[in-house]
T-cell receptor, first 114, second 115 residues
Framework: DAGVTQSPTHLIKTRGQHVTLRCSPI?????VSWYQQVLGQGPQFIFQ???????GRGNFPDRFSARQFPNYSSELNVNALLLGDSALYLC?????????????FGSGTQLSVL | DQQVKQNSPSLSVQEGRISILNCDYT??????FLWYKKYPAEGPTFLIS?????DKNEDGRFTVFLNKSAKHLSLHIVPSQPGDSAVYFC??????????????FGKGTKLSVKP
């Protein structure tokens, strides 16, 4: 079975631009979460979606938004990019997104904002 | 304010010896704890987890110990192998008080196992 797939793997943008990152969960997984990992830090929670509904949101500005589609894939959108948005963006999926459920991560999208 | 702390940025161990990675947390609402391993250019991979109702969980060479009174957990790897060299993240989640599936991660500990 295919794991969590993310696209693109690398992306370079300039300040003020907009970016869309994509994620396909493992087959049968209905929950998708997004994490941001800045160099030297652990992943930080951005969003969780379950059955196309937002279940949780981390401490990120409104420039960050996401959605989940009927096939359970997901997009993360970031508007008005700042230099500080440069990071590895990780998508993770799980069956139900419940507490303690292990998350399966993709390899991430490395975003560089110049 | 970090709720999950891994105070050792790095750890070097000889092959065949025990690796002990430590993690402290501050939020008493956490009821699940997980360890992930991350190689460069890959996403984190789940290793082992423990519920707050237990104090030990074992899976092959990996054992996680939980001391709730001290708000401390540790991951033991015995025996350590060169392939274990990676960054290890401790993570925690709470069943109540917010997003149930939200994991709070520590900053990670880079383990180097020398042949």
């Amino acid at each position: 079975d295919a794991g969590v797939t993310q696209s693109p793997t690398h992306l370079i943008k300039t300040r003020g631009q907009h970016v869309t990152l994509r994620c396909s969960p493992i087959s049968g997984h209905k929950s998708v979460s997004w994490y941001q990992q800045v160099l030297g830090q652990g992943p930080q929670f951005i969003f969780q979606y379950y059955e196309k509904e937002e279940r949780g949101r981390g401490n990120f500005p409104d420039r960050f938004s996401a959605r989940q589609f009927p096939n359970y894939s997901s997009e993360l959108n970031v508007n008005a990019l700042l230099l500080g948005d440069s990071a590895l963006y990780l998508c993770a999926s799980s069956r139900r997104g419940g507490a303690g459920e292990k998350l399966f991560f993709g390899s991430g999208t490395q975003l560089s904002v110049l | 304010d970090q709720q999950v702390k891994q105070n050792s940025p790095s750890l070097s161990v000889q092959e065949g010896r025990i690796s002990i990675l430590n993690c402290d947390y501050t939020n008493s609402m956490f009821d699940y704890f997980l360890w992930y391993k991350k190689y460069p250019a890959e996403g984190p991979t789940f290793l082992i987890s423990i519920s707050s109702i237990k104090d030990k969980n074992e899976d092959g060479r990996f054992t996680v110990f939980l001391n709730k009174s001290a708000k401390h957990l540790s991951l033991h790897i015995v025996p350590s192998q060169p392939g274990d060299s990676a960054v290890y993240f401790c993570a925690a989640s709470a069943m109540y008080g917010g997003s149930q599936g939200n994991l709070i991660f520590g900053k990670g500990t880079k383990l180097s196992v020398k042949p």
